[in-house]
């Protein structure tokens, strides 16, 4: 499988959409002008495309690239999940922001999410090896 990479700031919203659609996170393309702005105002977007053209994978990484950067959104089209490709992202993600201390994500509480991230490279708040605290207002 033939997999092309890049930091492309404005997929198409069609190509968003089709994504956000194949993962079921139908939330997102509710909105679909929305979903192409998020995607435009991110300080990081890194795409995955197959030998087609087809965009089969995309991070989001929202911040202000010098003391945070925010994991938004990782999705992977599920015919190409499996391959690698989340990992090789986590690297160009954050490339951007190398050098910034707080590299964070929120997800819901499945124990999947949780193998996949620590597979990428991330820890649970709760294992890390000094006390720390998060707190978030969802609305």
């Keep these: 499988m033939l997999i092309t ?21 139908a939330a997102y393309t509710n909105d ?3 979903l192409a702005s998020t995607a435009a105002a991110s300080f990081t977007v890194a795409t995955a495309r197959d030998e087609s053209g087809m965009l089969v994978g995309l991070a989001l990484v929202v911040g202000d690239g010098m003391t945070i950067a925010y994991l938004q959104d990782v999705l992977v089209r599920p015919s190409h999940q ?17 050098d910034v201390r707080q590299k ?9 999410r949780r193998a996949f991230y620590e597979s990428i490279g991330f820890t649970e708040v709760r ?13």
């Design 32 to 34: 679909p002008d929305r």
């Design 127 to 139: 294992e890390l090896p000094f006390p720390i605290r998060v707190f978030a207002r969802l609305e």
């Design 5 to 25: 990479y890049a930091a492309d700031k404005y997929p198409s919203r069609e190509d968003l959409v089709d994504l956000y659609d194949a993962v079921e996170w």
């Design 82 to 98: 499996r391959h690698g490709i989340a990992r090789e992202w986590r690297r160009r993600a954050f490339e951007p922001s190398a």
């Design 104 to 112: 964070v994500l929120m997800t819901d509480d499945e124990p999947e």
